[in-house]
């Protein structure tokens, strides 16, 4: 109370024309995507899972073009060595160096998830937008197709491309793309359906903004957080169903490698050598896990209001 | 006699849900809107006000009936340059201020749209003067119109809204619950600001709400819809003074109101029941569920909006 | 009159993303038996965040930084969790704006009543928990009360709805129901019904009832007792009366002349300028200084003592220090 006499009388006199304040927004200024930022970088999981993954793809296309060992080599006196100096991971049946094989393997499997994401991400917003978009007859027939692939088991799908096309890299991502853009289609035109509906949209179609300019400057914009969410969760469902496939045995066929084709042979040679299963399976786990944190991080920081 | 600007004409606008199942949002609505008024449209939650409101600014296309705006039917084929002029002409301020702005939009570019889509301004810097006129015309200046949306308060975005529908000088605007959404002391900030708009730039209004009070201070005429049905329509005073309707009788009683001695004072009409589901309305005064003074003809026929005194109309049987 | 409920000096904080904001800075009021107070304010005024505090059921990120909440002579902001739910819903009930999402969509409306008597009354049989949830249903207005209770909460209108959070609310004669907002966002008539119902109750089961709201017509037309809040801080308290008659506070002025009035017609509608405060990085004055029109050059700088005008009615702000000579209001 004290304090509060001593607070000198010349104060208690009309402070004169405040308009200036009233309306000042003392916030800092920055756009929702500074925000978002801002929210991403906080979470430390979702950064160190992002550094990890970034390390692991450097490595990927330094290691094979750097060892003096390749992919491919054999070297029959050195079969199934154990780990050492020499080959830190080891050799496997056919003597061929395990570090770089399962650097070289971890380039092609993300050089896949990386693929068929992006296939998916074309082929899903421009099929989800168009759906959303035109409404209607063109709206239902697209959805009618749509619950068509869904409704064929997709492995099937996979498999008979996987059998009809010659083997390789591409033969998997375009199997993988017939069926995996279903999904991102289905996103994109939820969230279109629902920004068509909001009174932004419908501000501008008064103003007299043309059908181009509302999708491409007010649709699109405001889907793309779902997209890039999306895309996280993509790769590596696409490095998972490569893996599981190659683990078949209809995937990459050899001396190709990807971190499928390195897991099948390390599970052949189970009880001589585990350390060829293991480290190949630590690879894969690592990956899958630094997408999906980086992934659920991306979302917290973009979409907050999925959290609750 | 001032000049009509907007006719409605036996309006309906009905929403097919799934088979069998329509909802009469609007049905056979009638009412004109003079040159320089504020017609208030008030009615309750899901009466159909707002799709009114869409229909008439041809957001919907009607299921039957007319919009007539200054001899341009707004929902009939037209040209390229009567959608412009229509696009122009008309504008609407929404309910929301959360979704009303597009996020992704910083305020110079929202309030400049419709001056880029009109063409109206012949450079770069007259649009960003032209914008930066219409936010101090809405009481916001400079240091907003960098700014994204979700840095404002609900009614700063109310207002940022009101700069875009004025961005194009359009004759007509139809103010969707724009006051709904904000506090107390904001509300009145609006409600003054568009009533100041309104005498500055020479606007009509159609302002569609649901507290009475606000309606009756910036309306001139105020139209009371029940579940798809205009009931009365009376201009603000007579309404107020003297509600023929029952719906509209109980909706004046049922406001409370900030004045303790008049509410210890006060004998209030309760309506029973609820309000009945819009969907498969039967052919009758949808009010007759609920009205407490109901007779057995009101459960038969759909009254009719008569005149019942100058200027003042009412649907309801009791009324000759 | 017996005090039932004290809030002392209470400050929350809530942690978000974008920073800290503080909520509520200094909130101080009483409760007596069977009165109703109205806490009356907008949003961002701290009227809500204050009650959940109380009642331990801040959002994510909020706390209560400083100050007592005494119910019973107990200073409950430190009870753990399970000893506050034997309080909620026992000693103090709570019904929120929304009652759609405050029921379980997946449980019937007479399960959603007799879980709440299972939980605070377990000597009530199972046949005397139904007959309980029946009686209270007809006690809200429920129509086939029978029927009803098997009922799921969409089957309800939303003035329905209403009834039966009321009715949860009221299931083990609470000595006081803290109403937050609780006919927002009903329409004019089923509000009116809503209100009229709360009264007759009070009377009926002698609750003290805190009712939550920004509509000055519901406290007009409920309250015995208003405070005001505004930016987190207290503004005004006193009786209905005095609050809106002898009204002190600027804002409180500011705020009932910014309704129009159904009587007058022809009148200019006063609005008080400006936008309100933001409560991340709050003035360091009065929060209202910058809206004011009276502001003095005090206001922006130090926070305003309260000051008594009657036993009941005070208020803050530094128009009536000594020191601003001639600067009440009307």
Same mark, same amino acid.
């Given at each position: 109370m004290n304090a509060q006499m001593?607070?000198? !009388?010349?104060?208690?006199t009309p402070a004169g024309d405040n308009t200036a304040k !009233?309306?000042?927004?003392a916030r800092q200024h920055h756009s929702a995507f500074y925000d978002g930022w801002i929210r991403l970088r906080k979470n430390k999981a979702a950064v160190v899972c992002a550094v990890i993954i970034l390390i692991i793809a450097v490595m990927s296309i330094v290691v094979p073009m750097t060892?003096?060992?390749?992919?491919?080599d054999t070297d029959y006196a050195n079969k199934?060595?154990?780990?050492?100096?020499?080959h830190p991971f080891g050799t496997d049946l056919f003597g061929r160096d395990q570090w770089v094989r399962i650097w070289y393997g971890t380039g092609i499997s993300l050089l896949i998830g990386l693929a068929a994401a992006l296939i998916n991400l074309l082929i899903g917003v421009f099929y989800g937008a168009i759906s959303a978009i035109m409404g209607g007859k063109v709206d239902a027939i697209m959805q009618r197709i749509i619950e068509v692939l869904v409704g064929i088991p997709s492995l099937i799908i996979v498999i008979l491309f996987m059998m009809a096309l010659p083997p390789g890299i591409w033969t998997i991502i375009a199997a993988m793309s017939v069926t995996g853009w279903v999904n991102m289609a289905r996103l994109v035109r939820a969230k279109i359906l629902n920004l068509k509906s909001q009174e932004f949209v419908l501000a501008a179609q008064l103003l007299g903004t043309s059908t181009w300019k509302i999708i491409l400057r007010h649709l699109i914009p405001n889907t793309i957080s779902v997209i890039v969410i999306q895309v996280m969760f993509a790769i590596p469902s696409a490095i998972f169903t490569e893996a599981f496939l190659s683990f078949i045995g209809v995937g990459l066929s050899e001396p190709k490698a990807s971190l499928g084709v390195l897991i099948n042979n390390g599970y052949k040679a189970l009880r001589a050598a585990p350390f060829l299963l293991i480290y190949p399976a630590i690879a894969i786990i690592l990956i899958m896990i630094c997408f999906s944190i980086v992934g659920d991080g991306l979302r917290d920081a973009f979409d907050p209001r999925m959290k609750h | 006699m001032t000049k009509t600007l907007l006719e409605i004409k036996d309006l309906s606008r009905f929403f097919t849900?799934?088979?069998g199942q329509v909802l009469?949002?609007?049905?056979g609505v009638s009412f004109d809107i003079h040159q320089g008024e504020t017609f208030g449209l008030v009615g309750e939650s899901g009466c159909g006000k707002s799709t009114l409101g869409r229909t008439v600014v041809g957001l919907y296309p009607p299921t039957k009936g007319k919009v007539i705006f200054d001899g341009i039917d707004v929902a009939g084929s037209k040209s390229q340059t009567q959608k412009m002029e229509l696009s122009r002409r008309m504008q609407m301020i929404f309910q929301d201020p959360y979704t009303s702005l597009? &996020?992704?939009?910083k305020v110079m570019d929202i309030i400049a749209e419709g001056i880029d889509n009109h063409h109206m301004a012949a450079s770069r810097s007259e649009r960003n003067q032209m914008v930066l006129d219409l936010l101090h015309s809405v009481?916001?200046?400079?240091?907003?119109?960098?700014?994204? &949306?979700?840095?404002?308060?609900g009614g700063q975005r109310q207002r940022v809204g009101i700069a875009r529908a004025l961005s194009v000088n359009p004759d007509f605007i139809v103010?969707?619950?724009? *006051?709904?959404?904000?506090?107390v002391s904001i509300q009145a900030q609006v409600v003054n600001l568009m009533k100041h708009l309104q005498e500055t730039r020479n606007l009509t209004y159609l302002f569609i709400a649901h507290d009475l009070s606000m309606v009756k201070y910036i309306s001139n005429r105020i139209g009371v819809m029940y579940l798809g049905n205009l009931v009365e329509l009376a201009s603000s005073d007579e309404l107020f003074k003297n509600p023929l309707h029952p719906y509209t009788s109980a909706l004046l009683s049922a406001i409370p109101l900030p004045d303790p001695k008049v509410e210890r004072n006060r004998s209030r009409i309760v309506l029973e029941g609820n309000v009945k589901? &819009? *969907?498969?309305?039967?052919?009758?005064?949808?009010f007759c569920t609920r009205?407490?003074?109901?007779?057995? *003809?009101c459960e038969r026929e759909v009254p009719e909006l008569k005149e019942?005194? &100058?200027g003042h109309f009412v649907a309801c049987h009791l009324i000759r | 009159m017996k005090k039932l409920l004290e809030v002392k000096n209470m400050h929350v904080s809530i942690h978000t993303d974008s920073g800290v904001i503080q909520a509520v800075r200094g909130v101080s009021f009483d409760l007596y038996e069977s009165e109703t107070l109205a806490i009356v304010g907008e949003s961002g005024s701290g009227k809500s965040i204050t009650n959940k505090a109380i009642m331990g059921l #801040?959002?994510? +990120?909020?706390?209560?930084d400083e100050g007592e909440v005494i119910l019973n002579g107990r200073d409950?902001?430190?009870?753990s969790e399970k000893e506050m739910n034997m309080i909620r819903g026992a000693e103090v009930s709570m019904i929120f704006q929304d009652p759609l999402t405050s #029921?379980?969509?997946? =449980?019937t409306v007479g399960d959603q009543i007799t879980e709440m008597l299972m939980l605070?009354?377990?000597?009530?049989?199972a046949e005397q928990r139904k007959n309980r949830a029946l009686e209270l249903l007809d006690m809200v207005g429920i129509p086939n009360p029978a029927e009803r209770? +098997?009922?799921?909460?969409?089957?309800?209108?939303g003035g329905m709805r209403q009834r039966v959070m009321i009715s949860i609310a009221l299931a083990c004669e609470p000595r006081i129901l803290i109403a937050d907002e609780?006919?927002?966002? /009903?329409d004019v008539t089923i509000q009116a019904q809503i209100l009229e119902l709360m009264k007759k109750l009070q009377k009926k089961v002698n609750t003290s009832i805190i009712i939550i709201t920004h509509n000055l017509g519901v406290v007009s037309s409920m309250a015995d007792r208003v405070v005001v809040m505004y930016g987190g801080r207290f503004v005004e308290c006193g009786d209905l009366d005095e609050v809106f008659y002898?009204?002190?506070?600027p804002y409180t002025k500011g705020l009932l002349d910014s309704i129009p009035n /159904?009587? /007058?017609?022809d009148q200019k509608l006063y609005s008080i300028p400006g936008t309100p405060p933001d /409560?991340?990085?709050?003035?360091?004055?009065?929060?209202?200084a910058a809206r004011c029109?009276?502001? =003095?050059?005090v206001c922006e700088k130090y926070q305003p003592s309260e000051y008594e005008f009657s036993q009941t009615h005070r208020a803050s702000c530094w128009l009536y220090d000594e020191r601003a000579k001639g600067g009440a209001l009307i």
């Open positions: 001593n607070i000198p !009388q010349e104060l208690f !009233q309306e000042h927004i060892s003096k060992y390749t992919y491919f199934i060595a154990k780990p050492s100096a020499e | 849900l799934s088979k009469e949002a609007v049905n597009n &996020p992704r939009m009481g916001l200046d400079e240091e907003h119109a960098n700014r994204y &949306p979700h840095e404002f308060s103010a969707d619950e724009p *006051i709904s959404a904000l506090d589901s &819009p *969907i498969n309305l039967p052919k009758n005064c949808h009205c407490p003074k109901k007779q057995a *003809i019942v005194s &100058p | #801040l959002p994510v +990120g909020g706390r209560i409950i902001t430190h009870f #029921l379980n969509p997946t =449980m605070h009354k377990p000597e009530m049989t209770f +098997g009922q799921y909460p969409h089957q309800f209108s609780p006919t927002t966002a /009903l002898q009204t002190k506070h /159904l009587q /007058l017609s /409560l991340i990085s709050p003035p360091h004055g009065c929060p209202f029109e009276r502001c =003095m050059k």
